[in-house]
């Protein structure tokens, strides 16, 4: 069931702009590779990169959790690989929330062993409660309570990711 609006369609604008103007700041000249971590991240992914450097190159990363039987090199099992060379390239990975850390810890590690010259973090969300691995998040649009939330691309059982606002989402009464 739906709950209350958490981020209405004007704040998602003002967060993707100020979080745009923030990374024109930061990009050199240098080649960038902005990689969206699907499928949650992609109207933020779309949003965002629309409003930077001409310069920068898209990509896309898709990863599985791994659920209980947890791989021992990882968490998440890789179902959808980038195409580009990141070598010698900065890398900005681009994702929807950051709730425990694992995800993002485990695509970064694997974005890392290709050996780009910066793996940088940027996250329309982040539950920073529920942290259990540290996660460097360079660009950060807003935090929030530990609430679990859908809309803008955040889904639930696949389900919900074309609402226009960031809704908080509660279990069906018993
Ligand atoms: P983590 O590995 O940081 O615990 O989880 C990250 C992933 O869990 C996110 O990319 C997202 O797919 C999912 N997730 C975490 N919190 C939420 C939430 O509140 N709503 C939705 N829809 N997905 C979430």
């Not at 969206?36 to 990169?49: A, E, H, P, Y």
């Not at 929807?96 to 780009?116: C, E, F, Q, S, W």
């Not at 942290?131 to 460097?136: F, G, I, L, M, Y």
Request: net charge negative.
């Amino acid at each position: 069931m739906l709950g209350k609006t958490i981020i209405t369609r004007d704040e998602i604008e003002r967060i993707v702009s100020r979080v745009a103007g923030e990374i024109n700041r930061d990009l050199g000249e240098e080649p960038a590779v902005f990689i969206g971590v699907l499928k949650g991240c992609i109207f933020f992914f779309t949003d965002l990169v629309r409003q930077l450097k001409p310069s920068i190159e898209v990509d896309f990363i898709q990863v599985s959790s791994y659920g209980a039987s947890t791989h021992s090199s990882g968490t998440v099992r890789l179902v959808k690989d980038i195409t580009a060379d990141v070598r010698d390239r900065h890398v900005f990975l681009v994702e929807d929330i950051v709730d425990t850390g694992t995800t993002l810890k485990d695509v970064a590690n694997m974005i890392r062993a290709r050996h780009p010259k910066s793996v940088r973090i940027v996250s329309l969300l982040s539950k920073p409660s529920r942290r259990k691995v540290e996660v460097d998040i360079a660009f950060l649009g807003a935090e929030i309570e530990d609430v679990f939330v859908v809309g803008y691309g955040l889904d639930c059982g696949e389900k919900f990711r074309n609402l226009d606002e960031i809704h908080e989402f509660l279990p069906d009464p018993e």
